[in-house]
């Protein structure tokens, strides 16, 4: 597998965990209503010129396997973050419970959906910029 693969992974996660960090802090402030809305788009700017980036650099295969780890590493963030700011969580947790699997399972999911669309409209944007000839645009 190719290391830059996995780095850019990694690079997607950091920019998650500081996404649902802004968003954990601003949630604390008088700005609750403006400051979530901007913690939502410029996490959605950063992650579209993320996908962008690796749209043009990777084919699709690595792509998949990139958004693989990105899944399984945004999950286990959101646990991680989950137990440091909401303690009360921990005690009620069965780490080896087909209900915690379960759940974990579908945030994975979920994340790998939403990584996958991203870069497939990403594809289609890229393909619309370079050929001008979708929706029989003349040069």
């Not at 965990?17 to 968003?23: E, K, M, P, R």
Request: proline letters at 2%.
């Amino acid at each position: 597998m190719n290391r830059s693969v996995v780095l850019f992974a990694i690079a997607g996660i950091i920019i998650e965990t500081l996404a649902i960090l802004s968003f954990i802090c601003i949630a604390k402030t008088e700005f609750v209503i403006f400051g979530k809305q901007l913690v939502a788009t410029i996490f959605l700017v950063f992650m579209s010129i993320f996908l962008a980036i690796l749209v043009r650099l990777f084919p699709i295969k690595p792509l998949i396997i990139s958004g693989a780890i990105f899944a399984i590493g945004s999950g286990i963030i959101i646990q991680m973050l989950g137990f440091y700011f909401f303690p009360g969580l921990v005690k009620d947790v069965v780490l080896i419970s087909f209900d915690n699997l379960w759940r974990f399972g579908i945030v994975v999911a979920l994340h790998f959906c939403c990584y996958m669309i991203g870069v497939f409209v990403m594809i289609i944007l890229r393909n619309i910029i370079v050929n001008k000839t979708v929706f029989n645009i003349k040069k």
